[in-house]
């Protein structure tokens, strides 16, 4: 037991020379841009290219295949979190307080782009800080990115505490932006009293 920890390990300290390629720029080869005019970020083809069929296809296409000096643009993302994805791209992990800041992001980014650690990542996150001052957004994301066991977690944890939920500050602005969810919600919640009288 304690050599295979210790292959694992040895594994993970060889794979982890992606991370010092990434954090010291060693030989990149495209440029990574957000969408906020923020500074463009180095990287490697041949990992995005590993990481996801989506980039693969981009840098496939005739009109990525130019100079190194070429540029990748990612408009729904801030600088920060373009960081944060590459990272994560790059190690398979994020530091707690960058996974947390950006985990929404993140996680509309893995489902665009097609990489499904990521997103099984970020639904972890998710799901371990599931609370109700941010159960909506979780479910806004879920919803958004067609994710049925978060969503189907995230309206039991509403209907189970929806005082809670559907009387904080929150809940207004998420009810007209989405309405669709906010009748899925009442659906929930009258299924649940059902269940109650049914099992009386």
Same mark, same amino acid.
């Given at each position: 037991?304690?050599?295979?920890?210790?292959? $694992?390990?040895?594994?993970?300290?060889?794979?982890?020379?992606?991370?010092?390629?990434?954090?010291?720029?060693?030989?990149?080869?495209?440029?990574?841009?957000?969408?906020? +005019?923020?500074?463009?970020?180095?990287?490697?083809?041949?990992?995005?290219?590993?990481?996801?069929?989506?980039?693969?296809?981009?840098?496939?296409? +005739?009109?990525?295949?130019?100079?190194?000096?070429?540029?990748?643009?990612?408009?729904?993302?801030?600088?920060?979190?373009?960081?944060? /994805? /590459?990272?994560? $791209?790059?190690?398979?992990? $994020?530091?707690?307080?960058? #996974?947390?800041?950006?985990?929404?992001?993140?996680?509309?980014?893995?489902?665009?782009?097609?990489?499904?650690?990521?997103?099984?990542?970020?639904?972890?996150?998710?799901?371990?800080?599931?609370?109700?001052?941010?159960?909506?957004?979780?479910?806004?994301?879920?919803?958004?990115?067609?994710?049925?066991?978060?969503?189907?977690?995230?309206?039991?944890?509403?209907?189970?505490?929806?005082? +809670?939920?559907?009387?904080?500050?929150?809940?207004?602005?998420?009810? $007209?932006?989405?309405?669709?969810?906010?009748?899925?919600?009442?659906?929930?919640?009258?299924?649940?009293?059902?269940?109650?009288?049914? #099992?009386?």
């Amino acid at each position: 037991m304690k050599e295979a920890e210790e292959e $694992l390990n040895e594994k993970l300290n060889f794979l982890s020379g992606f991370v010092t390629a990434f954090r010291h720029q060693m030989h990149p080869d495209i440029l990574i841009k957000p969408g906020n +005019d923020g500074p463009s970020l180095p990287a490697h083809r041949a990992l995005l290219a590993a990481r996801s069929d989506i980039f693969k296809n981009m840098l496939d296409s +005739d009109g990525c295949k130019a100079p190194p000096s070429d540029t990748i643009t990612f408009p729904e993302l801030n600088h920060e979190e373009l960081e944060s /994805l /590459l990272e994560f $791209l790059y190690g398979g992990d $994020l530091p707690k307080e960058k #996974a947390d800041k950006h985990v929404y992001s993140l996680s509309m980014a893995a489902d665009k782009y097609e990489i499904p650690f990521l997103q099984k990542f970020c639904e972890h996150r998710m799901l371990g800080s599931l609370s109700s001052s941010n159960v909506l957004d979780v479910l806004e994301i879920a919803d958004t990115c067609s994710n049925p066991s978060l969503k189907e977690t995230a309206l039991n944890f509403i209907v189970k505490n929806m005082e +809670d939920v559907v009387f904080s500050d929150r809940f207004d602005a998420f009810a $007209l932006k989405n309405p669709h969810l906010t009748v899925q919600i009442t659906r929930a919640s009258f299924m649940e009293i059902r269940n109650r009288r049914t #099992a009386i």
